[in-house]
């Protein structure tokens, strides 16, 4: 069966699960591995628009992707039109697909500067973001809102349009408000009342975690594609029971073993990437999560907590290797 694919502008995304930008998470070296299984889109962590145009040392790092990530979208916070504006063209010569602009960011040093969620507050000055990008690269752009600032002000639908209206040639949602953070149910019949409501793409997003929650979205909303965050964590193999999923293949799930071997693949990723410091204080959470339900999964995720070294990491899964050999011979004897 094969599965159709969308268009953003110019570029053609198959309908299958994006990933969705995480900062501190989604880097490069986890977005290599969600690519390695199966996702159609990725979306580069935050970028700071005056951080960019100040040639902030951090947030070049933050540009920087790899062509195995393509289409790819590079995103922007911030809330001055001109500001956005200069560095969206900035931007061009990382070679980005598509520009998206963070609209739904809950931070509070990011809300109080008047960006991320913030801008829900201010349809018009969406209006004017979106312009000012759309004005000044020569790529689509796209923006990523949350349903609401809160429970009493559910705008999406206004945000969207506004965003459309001023040339964005996508919207994401994340189908929670501002004020809920990560918590509680994406409350998804905000993305359906989006999608009714514009004629651009609608980028489903908010708690899918699998095939099933994958096609729910699908056919709840009638969004054109959907996006997976937290989902993720320690199971970019999430991407390869989709892309089955929608077509048609039977699936199999990854062994322990496969899937160590995916979490040591992506922190050597990380280390050729950012340097085994940064690379392992970032694979200590990581790991955590791909080591979930192996047996003695608590003893060993402690031990993560405290790698320095990528050769820790590589006597720790050949321990925990060792451990899972034993525990199926055992299984095997009674
Ligand atoms: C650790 C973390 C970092 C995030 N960083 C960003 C970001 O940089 N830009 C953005 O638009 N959304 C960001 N988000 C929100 C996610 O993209 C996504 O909208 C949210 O997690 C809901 O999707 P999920 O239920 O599939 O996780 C972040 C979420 C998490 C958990």
């Known amino acids: 069966m094969s599965v159709p694919y969308i ?13 969705a930008p995480m900062a501190s998470v989604a880097d490069r070296a986890y977005r290599y591995v969600c690519k390695d299984h199966g996702a159609a889109y990725m979306v580069s962590e935050m970028i700071s628009a005056k951080g960019l145009c100040y040639s902030d040392r951090n947030t070049e790092e933050l540009c920087t ?13 911030g809330e001055d039109p001109e500001y956005i504006g200069k560095a969206a063209g900035m931007l061009m010569k990382y070679s980005p697909d598509i520009i998206d602009i963070n609209m739904g960011c809950p931070v509070p040093k990011i809300v109080k500067s008047g960006a991320g969620s913030a801008l829900m507050k201010d349809p018009e000055q969406i209006y004017r973001i979106v312009r000012a990008a759309v004005g000044s690269c020569g790529v689509p752009v796209t923006v990523k809102i949350r349903s609401g600032w809160d429970g009493e002000h559910i705008n999406a639908v206004e945000a969207a349009k506004a965003a459309e209206s001023a040339g964005a040639s996508a919207v994401a949602v994340h189908a929670r408000t501002r004020t809920q953070m990560y918590s509680g149910k994406a409350d998804i019949s905000v993305i359906t009342a989006v999608k009714q409501s514009v004629s651009i793409p609608v980028i489903g997003n908010g708690d899918v975690v699998s095939a099933e929650t994958a096609r729910d979205m699908y056919e709840k909303t009638g969004c054109d594609l959907v996006m997976i965050g937290r989902g993720s964590y320690g199971r970019p193999f999430v991407f390869d029971e989709i892309d089955c999923f929608f077509e048609g293949r039977e699936y199999a799930p990854p062994t322990d073993i496969e899937r160590l071997d995916v979490m040591y693949h992506q922190a050597e990723l990380s280390v050729g990437f950012f340097g085994e410091h940064t690379a392992m204080s970032r694979c200590r959470r990581q790991c ?21 070294k990528l050769s820790q990491l590589g006597q720790l899964i050949d321990e925990i290797k060792e451990r899972l050999w ?9």
């Open 7 to 19: 268009t953003i502008g110019n570029v053609r995304i198959k309908r299958t699960a994006a990933l």
């Open 65 to 77: 992707v790899t062509d195995h990530e393509r289409p790819y979208a590079l995103q922007l916070f």
């Open 288 to 308: 955590a999560f791909y080591l979930r339900g192996m047996p003695d999964a608590a003893c060993f995720r402690d031990r993560c907590s405290r790698l320095e």
């Open 326 to 334: 034993i525990s199926s011979e055992r299984k095997k004897n009674t």
